[in-house]
């Protein structure tokens, strides 16, 4: 079944790296366009970031903006989301999500169950 | 970028009742529009997306409607597992943006 799996969470000190994976199964990974959503504790959802089906188009929200870079490996079927210089309005959990369509960005039809970066000394 | 805006923030409500929740963009978006469910601890899922397209697998009990600026989710004859937070994303252009969301709680 289509199953999109995320790691590399954890505690990260103000103004540290790092770097989650979302690791997809069950569809043509090279076809679809890719996202990150998160969610800081209690709030609601924050788009982050998309990359095209090959990987030559990113986006970003401008509160990741020149810290944030989204990436992916379609020979290991795996989508990357690079963060340096943390704030603590990074903490949250990280979700990666599928595009519903693989010809237009309308919306996400799969999302992963996340992992959680907290930021704090 | 697009602001979008949800109300209301919560309703209370009983199973068989319909709710409507409205989403404003702070511009024309068209069709751009997409909403999702998120229950409590689970991942968001995807219910409608160009504003009236239900997605696969989900019941028809749920409708949306609207463009431009304007857009309606229904939910008709609520059910115990729909009790969760809606929130509507516009696809119009990049970044992305969602709502701040509804949450639909048991009276």
């Known amino acids: 079944q289509v199953q999109l799996v995320e790691s590399g969470g954890g505690v990260v000190q103000p103004g540290r790296s790092l770097r989650l994976s979302c690791a997809a199964s069950?569809?043509?990974?090279?076809?679809?366009?890719m996202h990150w959503v998160r969610q800081a504790p209690g709030k609601g959802l924050e788009w982050v970031a998309v990359i095209s089906h090959d990987g030559k188009k990113q986006y970003y929200a401008d509160s990741v903006k020149g810290r944030f870079t989204i990436s992916r490996d379609n020979s290991k079927n795996t989508l990357y989301l690079e963060m340096v210089s943390q704030r603590d309005e990074d903490t949250a959990v990280y979700h990666c999500a599928k595009e519903r369509d693989p010809r237009v960005s309308t919306s996400m039809d799969v999302w992963g169950q996340g992992t959680t970066v907290t930021v704090s000394s | 970028d697009i602001q979008m805006t949800q109300s209301p923030s919560s309703v209370s409500a009983s199973v068989g009742d319909r709710i409507t929740i409205t989403c404003r963009a702070s511009q024309g978006i068209g069709t751009w529009l997409a909403w999702y469910q998120q229950r409590p601890e689970k991942a968001p899922k995807l219910l409608i997306y160009g504003a009236s397209r239900l997605h696969s697998g989900v019941p028809s009990r749920f409708s949306g409607s609207g463009s431009g600026t304007d857009f309606t989710l229904i939910i008709s004859g609520l059910q115990p597992e729909d009790f969760a937070t809606y929130y509507c994303?516009?696809?119009?252009?990049?970044?992305?943006?969602f709502g701040q969301g509804t949450k639909v709680e048991i009276k």
């Open positions: 994303q516009q696809a119009n252009s990049f970044p992305w943006t």
């Open positions: 069950g569809f043509i990974f090279s076809s679809f366009g």
